[in-house]
C-alpha cells in the first residue's frame, strides 16, 4: 500500500494515455494498490487543468495526440509542476531513451507486465 501524506491524503498518480482501454485498466490497477488516480486521455486535457495533485507521480504514454509525452512533461516543467515522471511506450527510438534520461523519466514499455509499472512508481515515490 501507498504512504499517505501527512495530512492522511494518498499520493496521486497523473496517467495520461489516450486509449481509453489502457487507461481504464491503469486507473482500476492503481487504484487497488491504494492509490488516487487522475486519468487523462490526452496532454491538453493535463494542460487545461489548473492544480495538479501537489505529491504523486507523472505516468505518460510516449504517444499522444498533438503532443508527445516527453513534450507534455516539458510543458508540465515549464509551469513548475515538479512530480516525478515515468514514461510509456512501446519501442523506445535513441533520441527518445536519451530525451527521457536526460528528463530523469524512466521508461517502462508496453505492453505492461508483472509489477514493472507499480515497481517504477514506488521508485519515484519513496526515492
Known amino acids: 500500500m501507498p504512504h499517505a501524506r501527512a495530512d492522511g491524503a494518498k499520493p496521486t498518480i497523473v496517467v495520461v494515455d489516450n486509449d481509453a482501454a489502457v487507461l481504464g485498466a491503469l486507473k482500476f490497477a492503481l487504484e487497488i494498490e491504494g492509490y488516487a488516480v487522475a486519468p487523462f486521455r490526452s496532454?491538453?486535457?493535463?494542460?487545461?487543468?489548473?492544480?495538479?495533485?501537489?505529491?504523486?507521480?507523472?505516468?505518460?504514454?510516449?504517444?499522444?495526440?498533438?503532443?508527445?509525452?516527453?513534450?507534455?512533461?516539458?510543458?508540465?516543467?515549464?509551469?513548475?509542476?515538479?512530480?516525478?515522471?515515468?514514461?510509456?511506450?512501446?519501442?523506445?527510438?535513441?533520441?527518445?531513451?536519451?530525451?527521457?534520461?536526460?528528463?530523469?523519466?524512466?521508461?517502462?514499455?508496453?505492453?505492461?507486465?508483472?509489477?514493472?509499472?507499480?515497481n517504477a512508481i514506488r521508485a519515484k515515490l519513496f526515492a
Not at 62 to 84: C, E, H, I, T, Y
Open 43 to 118: 496532454a491538453a486535457e493535463v494542460l487545461a487543468q489548473r492544480n495538479l495533485p501537489e505529491s504523486g507521480c507523472l505516468v505518460i504514454d510516449l504517444n499522444l495526440p498533438g503532443m508527445s509525452g516527453l513534450d507534455l512533461l516539458k510543458a508540465l516543467r515549464d509551469r513548475a509542476v515538479r512530480l516525478p515522471a515515468i514514461l510509456l511506450a512501446g519501442r523506445a527510438p535513441p533520441d527518445v531513451k536519451r530525451r527521457a534520461a536526460a528528463a530523469a523519466m524512466p521508461i517502462v514499455e508496453k505492453p505492461l507486465f508483472g509489477n514493472t509499472l507499480l
